[in-house]
């Protein structure tokens, strides 16, 4: 079946980067684009952005440009996502989650159980 | 961006009741529409997808319906099981957005 499994929580202090791993099992991931999805305390989900089959091309909204990195490694069926520069309301549970159904790529299907990033000084 | 407006942000059911939640684009986006669940500290899960195809291993109680910028997710017979949050999503075009939530309370 198809699973998710990301990287554990973290605390990171302002200014700091983090990096959030995501790997996928169940399926063929090279066949399938990957997103970004977060969701501060209490709060709703912010799309962040989406890393294409090869992971050669990204669109991230702009909220985050500039300090958003999606990369994915084939060879090992993982994804990545880097967030640099961070602030304390980068405070949220960072999901990753795969395009599809099938052929659809904005949207998703099967979503990773969530990673804790805690900015605090 | 496509605004996603849902109402009710939240509602109270009795086990057995039928429950219906809407969802508003601000634009067309044709039929793709997704509703997703989630209960309290886990990932959203998929039930609906183009508006109105039933995921993979949800119950048939739930259906989807609705195109172009209107769409409801209703809920036949609610089950002890179907609290949580449920979202929809818009995957017409990027940036993906996603409704405000609407919470579900089982009586």
């Known amino acids: 079946q198809v699973q998710l499994v990301q990287s554990g929580a973290e605390v990171k202090k302002p200014g700091a980067s983090v990096k959030v791993s995501c790997k996928a099992s169940g399926y063929i991931f090279s066949n399938y684009y990957m997103h970004w999805v977060r969701q501060a305390p209490g709060q709703g989900l912010e799309w962040m952005g989406i890393i294409n089959l090869s992971g050669d091309a990204t669109i991230n909204t702009q909220k985050f440009q500039g300090r958003l990195t999606v990369t994915r490694d084939t060879s090992t069926s993982t994804l990545y996502m880097e967030l640099s520069s961070l602030k304390f309301d980068d405070t949220a549970v960072y999901y990753c989650?795969?395009?599809?159904?099938?052929?659809?790529?904005?949207?998703?299907?099967?979503w990773g159980q969530g990673t804790l990033i805690t900015v605090s000084a | 961006d496509i605004q996603m407006t849902q109402s009710p942000s939240s509602l109270s059911a009795s086990i057995g009741d039928r429950v219906t939640i809407t969802c508003r684009a601000s634009q067309n986006i044709n039929n793709y529409l997704n509703w997703y669940q989630q209960r309290p500290g886990k990932a959203p899960t998929l039930l609906i997808y183009t508006a109105s195809s039933l995921h993979s291993g949800v119950p048939s109680r739930f259906s989807g319906s609705g195109s172009g910028t209107d769409f409801t997710l209703t809920i036949r017979n609610v089950q002890p099981e179907d609290f949580g949050t449920y979202f929809c999503h818009q995957g017409y075009q990027t940036p993906v957005t996603f409704g405000q939530g609407t919470m579900l309370e089982i009586k």
């Open positions: 989650a795969r395009a599809g159904p099938g052929v659809a790529v904005a949207s998703t299907d099967y």
